[in-house]
């Protein structure tokens, strides 16, 4: 079994940065998909960003120049590096590890980006 734990939310002015952090337990991460999704109040969950086991990065066009998504194995831990953030980025966001046919969710995290 696969836990995540998400840590690094609060609440930032426009324009600032905030790195979140999720740590993962269990012997398969550094072979897992890795991601970020995020879920706003009143609408569905939406993917932010994926790296790959081989370390491949995609974005949502939404956040594409503006997040990061990196991956330290030795650690268990995957990263979302937020910058240039706007209120419309203000959203629960998840992490999210992909090994084979099974997924597994953190808990959550909370960002909050004032106007």
């Known amino acids: 079994q696969v836990q995540l734990v998400e840590s690094g939310g609060g609440l930032v002015q426009a324009g600032g940065s905030l790195r979140l952090s999720c740590a993962a337990s269990?012997?398969?991460?550094?072979?897992?998909?890795l991601g970020w999704y995020r879920q706003a109040p009143g609408k569905q969950r939406e993917w932010v960003a994926t790296?790959?086991?081989?370390?491949?990065?995609t974005y949502a066009d939404s956040v594409k120049d503006r997040f990061t998504i990196s991956r330290e194995n030795a650690k268990n831990t995957v990263y979302l590096q937020m910058r240039s953030l706007n209120p419309e980025d203000t959203a629960v966001y998840y992490c999210?590890?992909?090994?084979?046919?099974?997924?597994?969710w953190g808990q959550g995290t909370q960002v909050t980006v004032s106007s």
């Open positions: 269990g012997s398969i991460f550094g072979v897992s998909a």
């Open positions: 790296i790959a086991r081989g370390g491949m990065t």
């Open positions: 999210n590890l992909r090994y084979i046919l099974d997924t597994y």
